[in-house]
Every structure is written in C-alpha cells, then in structure tokens.
C-alpha cells in the first residue's frame, strides 16, 4: 500500500506518525537528563538561604576571606569529605571547632551534596596574594617536593595544576594566609579527616618552605 491512501484521507502514514513521536520524546528524555544532572546546582542558586550562610564567612560567591577559604571550584568530592569531618569533629584545628562543627551540625546530608555541588561549578578566582620572589622556590617545591627532606612532590596527590582529584582538594588559587595557617595547623598535629597524611608531610616542611608553597599556590589558576 502507498502513501496515497492515507494522505487523501487526511491521515498520517503509522511510520510517519511513529517517527515524529518518537523524536519529540528523544527530546525530551535530553532535556529531562539535563535537568537532572543540574538539579542540584539549580536547587543552591545564590539566592538560597543555605548559600548565603556559607558565604557570610566564605565570601561572596564562595571566593573566600582571608582565614575563611575559598570554595568556588573546590572537589565536590573534597566539601562533602570535609562536612563530614566538621560534623565527626575528626578536623578539629581551631575555627573548625569554634566555627564548622556547629554550622553543619543539623545539615541533612542531601543539603551537603547540593552545597558541594553548587559550589564546585562555581567558576574559582585565584587570591593572587602571595609574595611572588617566594612564589618561584615554592613552585619548585610544588613539583619536585623536598627529597633530602624526604618530602614528596605535592602533585603526586593534588594534580600538575593543583586542581586537586577527587576527594583530595583543589589547592590552586586560596589564599597566602589561609593556606600558610592550614600547613602550620598540620604541623602542630590538628586533622582534616581521618587517615590524611597532612600532618606527617607538613611537619617536615620549614617556616620557608611553608611560606614559598602559599605564595605560589595564591597565584596557580
């Protein structure tokens, strides 16, 4: 039978008709699968009350304060492991105690998935604080680590560029002082979850050393 018939008739070919429809729902399972994926980000827009607590301390757009650190960018990955930890009381250097172990206390675990989410997509600005004559020793350190002081390179576990991989931070971009007080805090034995190996590592680096690693790392995009 031709097609003839069903077009005199006003009637579509079943092909035809079952081609269109199909195609207009491929469209929709895209759309839906999109909606989806961003779901969480959508649901933490800038203007969500869950958002703008963190970025009382953490900046606007997550870009960090001083001795509070930038979030924009993070792991995802790394922000849940960290919630975790406030929330275990396992990162217990001081403003960890003082500030985060009550700030997550009552934080539903979906509502910590969506905050790392929605911020890990935010794009990050490096803090381009650090002294830059310190900044060449520091990423020579980064690189090549300390070997007579038996200190790995710090990309064997955060990446070339500091974009950090997986639930191991992204370090590129934070500020001087932050990251400066975080190796110093390490040093002096304080946490930032169970089994990292920061406190070994940071207790062989000298005041020098700690210093060239934060200037370089403020200025890494």
Known sequence: MTEAPFQMCGVRKPEARWRRLMG?????????????????????DGGDSQVRNCTWCHGAGGQGYTVAPRL????????????????????????SRQYMWGAVASLAPQDARDLAAYFASVPPKPANDGDSFLAVRGKTIYLDGIPEANVASCYAC???????????PRLGGLAYAYLKTRLEQWG?????????????????????????????LSFVR
């Open 158 to 168: 955060h990446g070339p560029n500091a974009e950090g991989v997986r639930n191991i």
């Open 24 to 44: 207009g729902m491929s469209w929709k399972i895209v759309v839906l699968a999109i909606v989806g994926s961003v779901a969480p980000v959508l649901a933490f």
């Open 72 to 95: 924009a960018g993070q792991r995802s990955e790394y922000l849940e492991s960290q919630i975790k930890s406030f929330r275990e009381h396992t990162r217990d250097n001081p403003f």
């Open 188 to 216: 002096q034995g304080y946490h930032s979850g169970m089994g990292t190996p920061m406190p070994v590592v940071a207790r062989s680096l000298g005041p020098n050393e700690i210093e060239a690693l934060a200037s370089y």
